[in-house]
Structure formats: structure tokens, C-alpha cells
């Protein structure tokens, strides 16, 4: 029985139901529970919270990865599953913080960098990062870089992404790098960026940790952080 809702999580995660209202990629499924009604049966049928969002909605997400790396998903695909793991977690909030689970990998910052203003990659992102367990604190687009060191410190995060979709912005990463140093926790902060002009040379010359070409990509270096090191830091 509770392999069986799980998988039927799974399956409307790849479908992107968020709940019995949603007609889901393939048609047809009007009035079937959908990703917010499983987890909560899910949850009154006794399984523990933290086995919904690893065997449940993760392993969906991981599923919709595999698909969107083969070709036979795109990026709408990904956003509307992406948009069911975020449903199930607003379930899932109160067990997960009752049971002491929230974020319980680690904190990241998250922040698409000074004088740009686009959010769709940073948010899927965000999505994905807390339905794999990391606590996020997202702040939002056009953020100085100040900002994202000062939030870092203060939250005691052990990660900050970064989103930047022109050219003429993405320079501004490194000057985030430049005020973790001025602060005297780059050494404990790992930082990951992401977005259309950047890429692996870029991280390099700014002095990053790693870059991320998808959502898919980003929460793989998360997790091969987490494995190196460790939690990341503060996850409460």
C-alpha cells in the first residue's frame, strides 16, 4: 500500500498534477488525485514525511531529470513538474518541521544577481533544492552582491547560487565572490552559478565552486557538495 501511493506520487509528479483538478502531460486524468491529495493520504496513512519527499516527490523529480536529458521532456514539462513538488511540499511543511527534517541537508542562498530580472531558472531551481531536502532562502531577483554575502553570514548558509541570464550581468558574480572574502567566509561558503551566458570556464575565472547548465545539474553539484563535505552547514 505505501509503496504503492508512493509510486503514484512519482507518477503525478512526472505527469505535473498538482492536484485532482490538473489534466497532467498525457490527458486525461480530471479527478484522479493528483500530487497534493497523495501526499496527504500519504501522510494520514502513517509514512513518515521524510520517505514522502525522498521516495515520493524526489525520486519524480529524478525521474523527469532522466526524461528531460533524453530528450523526451522540455522545459514546460519540467515546470509543471516542478510546480507538483512544490504543491506536495507545502503539505509536507508542517511534518517536515515538526519532525525536525526541514533543510535538514543544509541551508543555500539563492539570488539572481544585480541589474537582472529573470527568475524562471533561479526559481525551478528553488523547487528542486528544497523538494531533494535543502533549506532555501530565496532572495529574489536584481540583488546586490552585498546583499547575498551579508544574507550568507547571517543565515549561516554553506551555499550561495547564483542566476544570471545576460552578459552584462553575470560579471556581477564574481563581485559576489569578492564580498564572501571581504567578510571572511568564502572558505566556508560554497558557490554554485548557473544561467545561458555562464558556464565551467566562467566559474573558474570568477573563482566559483562549480556551474550548473540546468536545474538538473545544479542540484547534482549540491549533492556532490554535501558528499565532499558534509552538511552544508546550518540546515535549522
Do not use: W
Amino acid at each position: 500500500m505505501n509503496k504503492d501511493l508512493l509510486n503514484s506520487i512519482v507518477e503525478n509528479v512526472l505527469q505535473g498534477r498538482r492536484n485532482k483538478d490538473d489534466d497532467g502531460i498525457e490527458e486525461g486524468a480530471v479527478g484522479q488525485p493528483g500530487v497534493t491529495e497523495l501526499v496527504k493520504e500519504a501522510l494520514d496513512s502513517g509514512i513518515e514525511a521524510n520517505k514522502i519527499l525522498l521516495d515520493g516527490l524526489s525520486r519524480g523529480m529524478e525521474r523527469v531529470g532522466e526524461k528531460y536529458e533524453s530528450g523526451e521532456y522540455f522545459i514546460p514539462d519540467m515546470l509543471t513538474a516542478a510546480e507538483a513538488v512544490e504543491a506536495g511540499m507545502a503539505v509536507m511543511e508542517p511534518y517536515l518541521v515538526n519532525n525536525g527534517i526541514n533543510g535538514s541537508k543544509g541551508k543555500i542562498i539563492m539570488a539572481t544577481v544585480e541589474k537582472d530580472l529573470h527568475d524562471i531558472g533561479k526559481n525551478l531551481v528553488c523547487i528542486m533544492l528544497r523538494g531533494a531536502g535543502f533549506t532555501v532562502v530565496d532572495l529574489g531577483i536584481d540583488v546586490p552582491a552585498s546583499r547575498i554575502a551579508e544574507a550568507a553570514e547571517e543565515e549561516g548558509a554553506g551555499m550561495v547560487g547564483l542566476s544570471a541570464l545576460l552578459n552584462t550581468t553575470m560579471v556581477n558574480m564574481g563581485e559576489v565572490v569578492k564580498q564572501l572574502k571581504k567578510r571572511g567566509i568564502r572558505e566556508q561558503v560554497k558557490v554554485l552559478i548557473g544561467g545561458a551566458p555562464t558556464s565551467d570556464d566562467f566559474a573558474k575565472e570568477i573563482g566559483a565552486d562549480s556551474y550548473g547548465k540546468d536545474a538538473f545539474a545544479a542540484i547534482r553539484e549540491a549533492e556532490k557538495f554535501l558528499k565532499a563535505g558534509g552538511e552544508l552547514k546550518n540546515g535549522s
